[in-house]
T-cell receptor, first 111, second 114 residues
Framework: SQKIEQNSEALNIQEGKTATLTCNYT??????LQWYRQDPGRGPVFLLL?????KEKRKERLKVTFDTTLKQSLFHITASQPADSATYLC??????????FGAGTRLAVHP | DAGVTQSPTHLIKTRGQQVTLRCSPI?????VSWYQQVLGQGPQFIFQ???????GRGNFPDRFSARQFPNYSSELNVNALLLGDSALYLC?????????????FGAGSRLTVL
């Protein structure tokens, strides 16, 4: 069955450093992959979308890579700030508007 | 411009009861999807509706049902509630019903079943 794995443990980093989050998937070939941010008690907020024929996508301090051979996506936040602290969700396309989400990785950026 | 609005924000029910959750999409969005998020997990797909027709259904029992109205708002109904139905129910809207669409989520309805 389809499986998406994200770092289950929280990622703690120092302000100003680069945070790197991993999303691995098996038994699946998604047409695109999305990353969302979720704050406690709130709905997920869209960050970036990358298609299967794209290797890398950037938006301000954010960068996403998509390796369909390794079945892996990496999500980078450069020059991280305490305001970046949140849970980050990886989501793969499942047909129509269906998204298959990972469990998320909690990021804590310390001053 | 209002985002996706959901109601109620919180509710408490007892086992066996029924619940109706409501969602208003962003103006101009014709697709509404419903997701269930249990604490500590990612959202799980329940339904997608586009132009009032069901386009997809996740692995949920028949106790879960939904519909979309002519104004594109939507309701999610859950019958015969179980303790395991306690979760955050998220509604998301998008412009189209397929393709690489970005979903805009509401803040969710937190359901507690006692």
């Amino acid at each position: 069955s389809q499986k998406i794995e994200q770092n289950s443990e929280a990622l703690n980093i120092q302000e100003g450093k680069t945070a790197t989050l991993t999303c691995n998937y098996t038994n699946y070939s998604p047409a695109y992959l999305q990353w969302y941010r979720q704050d406690p008690g709130r709905g997920p907020v869209f960050l970036l979308l990358i298609r299967e024929n794209e290797k890398e996508k950037r938006k301000e301090r954010l960068k996403v890579t998509f390796d369909t051979t390794l079945k892996q996506s990496l999500f980078h936040i450069t020059a991280s700030q305490p305001a970046d602290s949140a849970t980050y969700l990886c989501a793969l396309s499942g047909g129509y508007n269906k998204l298959i989400f990972g469990a998320g990785t909690r990021l804590a950026v310390h001053p | 411009d209002a985002g996706v609005t959901q109601s109620p924000t919180h509710l408490i029910k007892t086992r066996g009861q029924q619940v109706t959750l409501r969602c208003s999409p962003i103006s101009g969005h014709k697709s509404v999807s419903w997701y269930q998020q249990v604490l500590g997990q990612g959202p799980q797909f329940i339904f997608q509706y586009y132009e009032k027709e069901e386009r997809g259904r996740g692995n949920f029992p028949d106790r879960f049902s939904a519909r979309q109205f002519p104004n594109y708002s939507s309701e999610l109904n859950v019958n015969a509630l179980l303790l395991g139905d306690s979760a955050l129910y998220l509604c998301a809207s998008s412009l189209q019903g397929s393709g690489a669409n970005v979903l805009t989520f509401g803040a969710g309805s937190r359901l507690t079943v006692l």
